[in-house]
């Protein structure tokens, strides 16, 4: 039976917070007031999800359209999955909380090889047939219709013919290769999205608006540049996709669109994310040539952002979030030149606001005291590197663009600048690579530990990942492949070199997921079966990373069972070791044991812009170790990219370098504390006390209070809570102390942290009080709280006697009356005390009768933070004692706190 979905919201799953669609930012359009309603659905788990800045600016561009609202979806973890499945509710979008089943349309960002199961898996939990076949075939009396027996429910749907949501991919893996998933969507949006999505939206309202059929609407989005439509297609035997029809075209277009800083202010989760963080994107595409990087070839030309638009958008950002941390997006930050004048300038600008910037990407031979001042300070961030190679040889071939002169010289100064670890990125398994490349990767990071060492410094420590490389399409190392064996020697071989090196923690990529990753990523149409199998199976992508064993056999399985186990064992194998062959044999030959390079592939079809001719060629250049320059700062390497369809490099050059400022120093002057009393209602009982906390530091930067802070390496805002509140408790008393660096007016103060917080914690009463006199969580003495009580399952013959008005007095009575009622306590050690409940009770008295298994009690015990603490459920275990009767807490609120400090301890919220 469905239910609804505030039901299954409750305290008992993890983070029920994160499904709440009340963030800051959050869009609710009214559903009536719109034509074509959109779901983006990121199938991963909320934390990732809201942090992924595609996924926000295409939510707010969708929301920026007249006639169309856009909600979102995330894959729910497994026990929010289990009450689904258990309650036959259909997974639903956030905000408005209606089932996916009711949109118009979903797109699924799918970012790596592996992630496929998990849309299936929402699919499934949403009641939407898998395959774009089978939502088209399934007829009105086949359908699963989800069945709501209350009217107002946003889950009931008519029994008449229900016409499923077009489902739809976008993403990196999307864009490079959508032939293993061709079977689960109705189309494929290639490329950037910031026009293409809006584009597609408008013709979905015309073909509405004139009731297309689902056929004649895809042939409408067929004609769209940058719209693949796989049910147009078919595989031929040659292994190429041609059209199965004429009015579509024969290649598709991917689309590119220039970065929009302004759509980077989105949502700011009450839980923490992944990268809990402000993003602003300054560079899209690259045009370095790494010849094994997919996104490199798959996102040309090269195009930078004005850095007064960047400076804004972080700066308008910053106080529209209140985020602490911003982030610099790029395949490569360093390759925008402007990054250390924009970088310095924001540094300087939010000086005094213990501001601090992360770069994802950098280039450690453009890493320089700068750089180092921009990153650096009391918040001083991680450090990454991706060398990629232990050989110059190697990265020649490779055409990483690095000298080990480069390297050492970024790495040594990030160790001068105060950095004593630093997280380095290896590879193994590149074309050409010998076991003297493999040693080079530990021979370099000895190198480097000998070359940043001095007296009375720390021995500098790297973090190393070595990962195996996967070919990707539209590289031109696409053609090559390194057998798993061969892999697992190598890792074996690292790891002997390791054992003699300190300072070191390594990390390598298990070589069934590089395999399974090759399989997938290189694949084509008979693949999806492999997929769906893989998920009935238990495939999800948690799997990999909570039981890789498991995982791996699920899909070995699936692969088996669909007659593709041969395929797999040749990527096992190595299908093809480019440097183990002559330059003769990787031309057409009839005889080669190898595929040729004419050998039609199964992305042949997508134009990315980039020439296969010229992906041969660098392959050809990569045999023998030659270079190609960066084309947006050398001469034009001729890849076919930059033309009228996909645009041309653009370079902004650098303006005048700021000078430095100087890093953030903490103002710990405390010239005022403000003690406010507030609540906590509704569905903010279901954020924690951790993100509460998270909640005020943001609250306090957009209201720009004057907040003090604390000393030391990690300063902090100086905001006390008083005590921390339970997940699921609401509460009309809390409270907090906020100390400032200057006095503030007590009505403007409240008037702009009022402005910040949200409508269901408000604010009661506020008061200054002494900055020399305690904390209230050191006054802290008790606390009262409304609890609801209820008896588990009563037995019937009792039932009208142990449930009567004057029973439940009778247990109050006798609690009251008791001197002692022993609990036995363990505490985080172990250890066992006796602590004895009645002393720490004050006052109990029931409040009123809800039912006749229920009753309100109100409570006055004990809440000091030494553990002096009377809880919910001491007051329920004394009730189970004297009543014998088995209880359960059905709502906890706390009315109030009380402070030791006269003139407090009584004050009631206004």
Same mark, same amino acid.
């Given at each position: ?26 869009i ?31 939510y ?5 359209q ?44 799918l ?22 076949k ?6 009105a ?9 209350d ?26 290769n ?19 999505l ?17 056929e ?11 719209v693949?439509?796989?049910q ?7 292994g ?9 075209p ?5 689309r ?38 997919q ?25 529209a ?28 600008r ?34 990454t ?17 690095l ?15 105060g ?15 010998t ?7 530990a ?19 790297f ?33 002997e ?40 199976? =238990? ?5 990999w990373? /909570?039981? *890789?064993? %498991? $995982?791996?056999? !699920?899909? @070995? ?51 990315? =812009? ?6 041969? /060629?660098? *392959?050809? %250049? $990569?045999?023998? !170790?030659? @270079? ?36 953030f ?24 006390? *951790? ?42 008393g ?23 917080l ?11 009080v ?13 606390a ?6 209820g ?47 009645r ?8 409040e ?42 059905l ?20």
């Open positions: 039976m469905t239910v609804a979905v505030e039901a299954l919201l409750t305290p008992d799953i993890l983070k029920p917070a994160r499904y709440l669609g009340n963030e800051l930012g959050a609710h359009k009214p559903w009536d007031a719109v034509t074509v309603r959109w779901v983006l659905t990121y199938p991963e788990i909320y934390e990732v999800g809201a942090s992924n800045l595609g996924h926000m600016i295409l707010s561009i969708l929301n920026a007249p006639r169309q609202l856009c909600d979102r979806a995330y894959l729910p973890a497994s026990d929010l999955a289990i009450k689904l499945r258990s309650s036959q509710t259909p997974l639903f979008a956030v905000e408005s909380r209606r089932s996916l089943a009711d949109f118009d349309i979903l797109g699924f960002s970012s790596y090889e592996l992630g496929a199961t998990n849309i299936l898996e929402m699919l499934a939990l949403a009641g939407i047939p898998l395959t774009w089978a939502r088209q075939q399934v007829k009396d086949e359908q699963q219709v989800w069945q709501n027996p009217a107002t429910s946003v889950h009931n749907r008519q029994a008449a013919p229900v016409t499923y949501p077009l489902i739809f991919a976008g993403g990196q893996t999307a864009t490079s959508p032939e293993p998933y061709a079977d689960f969507f109705d189309f494929i949006a290639l490329g950037d999205g910031e026009e293409l809006p584009e597609i939206g408008l013709v979905l309202e015309e073909g509405k608006v004139a009731g297309l059929s689902r004649a609407l895809l042939l409408d989005l067929a004609q769209v540049p940058g693949y439509v796989p147009f297609y078919d595989m031929t035997p040659d190429s996709v041609q059209p199965n029809r004429p009015d579509v024969t290649r598709i277009l991917r590119v669109a220039d970065p929009m800083p302004a759509y980077s202010i989105g949502l700011v989760p009450y839980v923490e994310t992944v990268h809990d963080r402000l993003t602003v994107e300054i560079r899209r595409g690259c045009t370095r040539g790494c010849r094994f990087c996104p490199g070839m798959l996102t040309r030309p090269a195009r930078d952002v004005e850095p007064a638009a960047v400076v804004e958008a972080i700066e308008q950002g910053m106080r979030t209140g985020y602490n941390e911003f982030s610099l997006l790029s395949l490569s930050c360093s390759d925008y030149l402007a990054l250390p004048a924009v970088g310095m300038e924001i540094k300087n939010l000086k005094d606001e213990n501001i601090s910037l992360s770069l994802p990407s950098q280039r450690v031979d453009r890493f320089d005291e700068t750089i180092a001042n921009i990153l650096g300070g009391t918040r001083q961030g991680g450090l590197f991706a060398p990629e190679a232990g050989t110059q040889r190697l990265r020649d071939i490779v055409n990483k663009g000298t080990n002169e480069e390297l050492l010289r970024g790495v040594k100064t990030a160790w001068e600048q950095w004593d670890k630093v997280k380095l990125y290896f590879m193994i398994g590149l074309p050409g690579e076991d003297v490349d493999v040693v080079g990767i021979d370099t990071v000895r190198w480097l530990q000998q070359e940043c060492n001095a007296k009375g410094r720390k021995r500098l420590h973090n190393i990942t070595i990962s195996n490389f996967t070919p990707k399409p539209h590289t031109p190392f696409q053609w090559h492949s390194v057998a798993t064996a061969e892999f697992a020697r190598k890792q074996r071989l690292l790891r070199e390791f054992r003699h090196i300190r300072g070191l923690k390594v990390n390598f990529t298990d070589v069934r997921l590089s395999a399974m990753e090759d399989f997938v990523g290189r694949g084509d149409r008979r693949l999806s079966s492999v997929i769906q199998r893989a998920w009935e199976l =238990g495939a999800g992508m948690d799997a990373w /909570e039981s *890789l064993d %498991r $995982a791996y056999a !699920a899909w @070995t399985q699936a692969i088996a069972e669909s007659g593709l186990d041969w395929k797999y064992r040749q990527v096992e194998s190595g299908e093809w070791n480019i440097f183990g062959t002559t330059e003769a044999s990787i031309q057409p030959s009839a005889s080669s044991p190898y595929p040729s390079l004419e050998t039609p592939l199964p992305w042949d079809h997508l134009d990315t =812009g980039i020439d296969k001719q010229w992906l041969k /060629e660098d *392959l050809q %250049r $990569a045999l023998q !170790a030659a @270079t190609v320059p960066d084309c947006s700062f050398d001469g034009c390497s001729h890849c076919g990219v930059c033309s009228t369809d996909f645009g041309h490099n653009v370079v902004v050059a650098p303006p005048a370098l700021p000078s430095f400022a100087g890093h120093v903490p103002n710990q002057q405390r010239a005022q504390r403000v003690r406010v009393w507030l609540g906590k209602h509704g569905e903010m009982a279901l954020v924690s006390h *951790l993100d509460l906390v998270r909640l005020f530091d943001r609250v306090v930067r957009r209201a720009a209070l004057p907040i003090t802070f604390t000393g030391g390496f990690h300063p902090g805002p100086r905001i006390i809570p008083a005590s921390a509140l339970p997940l699921g408790v609401t509460s009309a809390e409270i907090v102390d906020f100390e400032l660096t200057e006095v503030m007016d007590l009505a403007v103060f409240r008037s702009k942290l009022e402005a910040q949200p409508a269901e914690i408000p604010i009661y009463h506020v008061e200054a002494p900055v020399s006199s305690p904390a209230a969580t050191q006054l802290l003495e008790k009262e709280y409304l609890i609801t009580v008896i588990v399952q009563p037995d019937a013959s009792a039932a009208i006697q142990s449930l009567t008005l004057s029973a439940w007095q009778a247990w109050v009575n006798t609690i009251q009356a008791s001197d002692a009622l022993w609990f036995q306590h363990t505490t985080k050690g172990g250890k066992t005390q006796d602590i004895n409940l002393d720490r009770l004050f006052d109990l008295r029931i009123a009768l809800v039912s006749d298994t229920s009753i309100v009690l109100r409570y006055l015990g004990s809440h000091r933070n030494d553990g002096t603490l009377l809880r919910p459920d001491h007051v329920l275990y004394m009730l189970e004692q004297v009543s014998q009767q088995e209880l359960q807490l709502q906890i609120h706390r009315e109030r706190l009380l402070l030791a400090t006269p003139e407090h301890s009584e004050l009631q919220p206004t």
